[in-house]
C-alpha cells in the first residue's frame, strides 16, 4: 500500500523549532520528487517546499525561506522539514507530497497539526 505518514506536529511558541517528519511506503522514494505543503485554517493549500531525488536541489517559497530547511533520507524513505523561528502565521496542517513533476501531486498524506502561539 502507497502510504505518507507525517509525524512531529505540535504545539510550540513563536521562535521554537520544530521537525517534521513523513513516513513513506509502497513505492519507490529515492525516485521520487517530494515537498512539503501546508494549510492554514480558513486558507487554500500552500507549496512550501520541494527536493529533488538525490537531495541536492531545494526550493522554498518565499514566506518559510532562510527558516525552513527541507531534507530527505533515502536510505530509510523519510523527508523531513526541519522549521526554525515559527511564527504564528506558521500555524497549518502540513502535508507532506509525492509528485511527479514540479506542477503535479499524485499523493499527499493525513497532514500533522502545528499551532505557533504565545
Known amino acids: 500500500e502507497v502510504q505518507l505518514v507525517e509525524s512531529g506536529g505540535g504545539l510550540v511558541q513563536p521562535g521554537d523549532s520544530l521537525r517534521l517528519s513523513c513516513e513513506t511506503s509502497?513505492?519507490?522514494?529515492?525516485?521520487?520528487?517530494m515537498s512539503w505543503a501546508r494549510q492554514a485554517p480558513g486558507k487554500g493549500l500552500e507549496w512550501i517546499s520541494s527536493i529533488l531525488t538525490s537531495g541536492s536541489t531545494t526550493t522554498y517559497a518565499d514566506s518559510v525561506k532562510g527558516r525552513f530547511t527541507i531534507s530527505r533520507d533515502n536510505t530509510k524513505s523519510i523527508l523531513y522539514l526541519q522549521m526554525d523561528n515559527l511564527k504564528p502565521e506558521d500555524t497549518a496542517v502540513y502535508y507532506c507530497?509525492?509528485?511527479?513533476?514540479?506542477?503535479?501531486?499524485?499523493?499527499r498524506g493525513q497532514g500533522t497539526q502545528v499551532t505557533v502561539s504565545s
Open positions: 507530497e509525492r509528485r511527479t513533476s514540479p506542477w503535479t501531486v499524485i499523493l
Open positions: 509502497g513505492f519507490t522514494f529515492s525516485s521520487s520528487l
